[in-house]
C-alpha cells in the first residue's frame, strides 16, 4: 500500500470524520481521480515527436496515456478533424495516491520560486486544477529524450461539493497552499 494511501486510511479519515462531525467514516471526502492532460496541438503532425511526449507521460504516470483528437477542425489554428491535439491519462485508486505523494513530496518543492499553489484554483465544485509549465520537474523524465519543454495540467477529483472540506482534504494530504 502506498505511503499517502496508508496514511490517508489511518490519519486522515478519523480526524476529518471528527472535524466535519459525520456518523459514517464512508462519509468523509475522498479523491475520486487525477487526471493528467498534456497539449500537442503544434506538433500534431510529427510522429516521433508525438512518441516521445506519450512516452513521458507514461514514464510519468505509470499507464499508457490515450490521444485525444480534434472534434471539428478549425482553420485557423492548422487543425484538421481527428488529428491528435494531447494525451490524457485518468489514475485511480493507488496509482491516485502514489502520483499525489510524488507531486507534493517530490516535484512541487523544486518548481523554481515556489510560495505554495494557489487555493482559487479549487472550483466550487471540490475539484483542483493545477497547471506546470515545464515537465522536467518530475523525476522520471529524461532529459536527453524530450524535445522541448511542455506543460501539463493536473486535475485531482474529489466526491465532495463543498469547496471547503475539499480544500481540507487537501490540506491534509499534503498540499502546499500559499499562505
Known amino acids: 500500500m502506498s505511503r499517502l494511501l496508508q496514511r490517508y486510511r489511518q490519519e486522515i479519515i478519523p480526524k476529518l470524520q471528527k472535524e466535519f462531525a459525520l456518523a459514517n467514516p464512508l462519509a468523509v471526502p475522498r479523491i475520486i481521480k487525477v487526471v493528467i492532460n498534456v497539449g500537442v496541438g503544434d506538433i500534431s503532425h510529427d ?34 478533424l481527428g ?49 506546470l509549465t515545464e515537465q522536467i520537474i518530475f523525476p522520471e523524465v529524461k532529459y536527453d529524450k524530450i524535445d522541448r519543454v511542455r506543460g501539463l495540467e493536473i486535475t485531482i477529483v474529489t466526491n465532495t461539493k463543498d469547496k471547503q472540506k475539499a480544500k481540507r482534504l487537501l490540506e491534509e494530504l499534503g498540499m502546499p497552499f500559499e499562505k
Do not use: H, W
Not at 52 to 63: F, I, P
Open 47 to 80: 510522429k516521433t515527436a508525438l512518441k516521445k511526449v506519450e512516452d513521458y507521460l507514461a514514464d510519468l504516470s505509470g499507464q499508457k496515456p490515450l490521444m485525444t483528437k480534434a472534434k471539428k477542425a478549425i482553420a485557423e489554428f492548422k487543425i484538421r
Open 83 to 131: 488529428s491528435p491535439v494531447g494525451f490524457v491519462v485518468t489514475l485511480r485508486k493507488k496509482r491516485a495516491f502514489d502520483f499525489l505523494d510524488k507531486l507534493f513530496s517530490l516535484v512541487l518543492p523544486r518548481v523554481r520560486d515556489f510560495r505554495g499553489v494557489k487555493k482559487a484554483a479549487l472550483d466550487e465544485c471540490g475539484n483542483y486544477t493545477l497547471g
